[in-house]
């Protein structure tokens, strides 16, 4: 089980062009520049700092802490991060204080811990069951001195968009960047380093960042801006807008459940002492540190971002909004698979249709003509049997109303019981598709095939279609209609479409009520949708204004 977490991973259903790229050798910045940054997807480079003078100085099992102490200093304090949940170091302020620390005490408490390690590696090389060091063998979760866990996170060697001073800008002596940065303007370079086994939260970063370890072991698993509705990010207005509001040691899936399929969109990666991985800016990332592990990072402003302008802002926000709608718009209306030619067993014959069947005559008892018949056979068995089901819709809906003026009778209190069984079942589900009848209907229906059975529809059950459309049709339904509305105009001529429109809404006794019904449903869908959006990407609620 432990080999299975310290392992490289890619979720079975992360997209093929969103894992991240390998290289084994250092591109050129032409080449970087050109092919692997504007694509915005990870890559890998291993051993790409092989030779920096960091590389060799800084190793903590060679000498590197002393190193440290004596280049830095003992007077020179810095920011530290110190956890109150034990070795999870999560965004939110609520869950960590910063303090300052001097960084020799820093360094004193490594080298301590540095002394229990070795301590305990001669102890099983004495007891027989020593063996050569691995990146998650040298992790050692429970070795920590006491309960609260310090991380030196994000400590400045360079920054430019800050006046402050840089705490340790001396080490930029020893640092020489990868050669395909060459000409990138930095905003800052950072200085990581855990003193024991450390997990970070899962968050992004607002730039583009080149990780690179310089000692020790990270393993960073990675998601794409896209899997944000199964992050569950924090609300935009908030402290830690960045980070994700699901637990990495205990999620839980009540409360987010769309959490349980993140790790299927997710990628993990191991860098060792001398890799580099670049991360493009808002890709999520959960970071765990081994023992002793140092790192340093370099953070640049996307090419995007530095050509994005102010007084443009207003626009993008409203371009994005309505591409991500529109996406999840379609995502609902072209989903799941809903045959009814596999329900057989529930077919009614034409004749029940045409009046045999006294339910059916009670909600149609105007929809009486001689062509009924004949227009009916007209249509596949698989249409004739979604006509049954939107006319038991609207006969069941009937059947509510009426109840309050009946008797209860036994097969009342089933109709009761079945009626509340889907009020629960919609309630449960949180597609806008399961919870309309009509649309999961009419989904599956071939919009030439549909166009016949509505003909039918006006010619013989005129009434019945006029309470579908005014008094069953959903917000999602209208928007499926409308858009088999749009296929059927496609194959058909303009005289074609103004005869089928005329003869359409020639059923209503008030054609703009119908389509006043229509339009206005279809915004409540695009609303439905637009909270849902809201929710997923930026944990945000909002009414509908009126």
Known sequence: MQAEKDAEFVGA???????????????????????????????????????????????????????????????????????????????????????SIPFSTFMQSCKSHLGHLNAASDSSKDKGTGKESTCSDKMCPASSENSEQLYLAQVSILNTESKDRCSLQVLKEDIQEPIFLKGKSFSSINFWMSRAHMRSSTHYDPHHNLLCVMAGCKKVTLWSPSASPFLYPMPVYGEASNHSCVSIEEPDYSSYTRAKYMKEYSERVILNCGDALFIPEGW???????????????????????????????????????????????????????????????????????????????????????????????????????????????????????????????????????????????????????????????????????????????????????????????????????????EMDQGSTPEEQAEFYKIFYSAFGDQYAAMDALLNRKELFSFQVFQSVLDQYLRVCVERPS
Not at 14 to 30: H, N, Q, Y
Not at 318 to 346: A, P, W, Y
């Open 13 to 99: 259903a992360l997209d093929a062009g969103l894992r991240a790229a390998r290289f084994s050798l250092p591109p050129s910045s032409e080449e970087f520049a050109a092919s692997i940054e504007p694509k915005n997807v990870p890559a890998v480079f291993r051993g790409v700092l092989k030779g920096s003078a960091a590389l060799s100085r800084w190793d903590p099992l060679y000498g590197g802490l002393d190193y440290l102490l004596e280049k830095v200093g003992p007077d020179v304090a810095v920011e530290a991060m110190m956890s109150n949940t034990g070795h999870v170091f999560y965004g939110d302020l609520r869950s960590h204080e910063r303090v």
């Open 284 to 486: 999520y990332h959960q970071v765990d540190s081994d023992d002793l592990t140092i790192a340093i990072n370099f953070w640049w402003k996307s090419r995007i971002m530095t050509e994005m302008l102010e007084h443009m802002d207003g626009y993008y926000l409203r371009r994005i909004m309505r591409r991500l709608v529109d996406t999840e718009m379609n995502k609902i209306t072209q989903m799941g698979s809903f045959s009814h030619s596999e329900r057989n067993g529930d077919f009614q014959s034409t004749d029940g249709l045409s009046g045999g069947s006294q339910p059916f005559n009670k909600v149609t008892n105007s929809d009486t003509s001689d062509k009924k018949g004949a227009a009916l056979q007209s249509l596949k068995p698989c249409t004739l049997q979604a006509l049954y089901e939107l006319m038991s819709l609207v006969h069941n809906s009937v059947e509510a109303v009426d109840q309050n003026d009946r008797a209860e009778s036994a097969s009342q209190d089933t109709s009761v019981c079945q009626s509340n069984e889907r009020k629960k079942t919609a309630a449960d589900d949180s597609s806008l598709l399961e919870k309309d009848p009509v649309a999961k209907i009419i989904l599956p229906v071939e919009p030439l095939e549909l166009r016949s059975m509505l003909l039918a529809m006006v010619h013989t059950f005129p009434r019945t279609l006029e309470g579908l459309v005014l008094n069953i049709l959903g917000p999602t339904g209208a928007e499926i209609l409308t858009r088999k509305f749009d």
